[in-house]
């Protein structure tokens, strides 16, 4: 609802994956990711031209342990929000 409602901001919707898997694959699972988070932000009123995407895969981890909680941690979206 923000984001609709202040069109003079832009976004960068950032893909995220976790360490498994090749780099190639997370590069693509990360797109995927960031896509998904636009197309919804899309159907719910946000113009498209406002919303840029990037997948860093597994680059960028928050997260750096061998397990579970810490995987699922680092597959996410990062929204950036800045003013035109």
């Known amino acids: 609802v923000w984001l609709k409602s202040n069109a003079n901001h ?3 919707i950032e893909g995220h994956c976790d360490v498994r898997g090749t780099n190639e694959y997370n ?3 990360g797109e995927r990711r960031a ?3 636009m197309n ?3 159907s719910q009123g946000v113009q498209a ?3 840029t995407i990037i ?7 928050t ?3 061998k397990n579970e909680a ?12 800045k003013p035109r």
């Open 10 to 12: 832009l976004l960068l």
């Open 27 to 29: 590069l693509a699972l």
């Open 35 to 37: 896509k998904s988070a």
């Open 40 to 42: 919804y932000l899309v």
């Open 49 to 51: 031209s406002r919303i």
């Open 55 to 61: 997948s860093y895969g597994e680059e960028r981890p």
């Open 63 to 65: 997260c750096t342990d």
């Open 70 to 81: 810490c995987w699922s941690k680092n597959r996410r979206s990062h929204f950036l929000v």
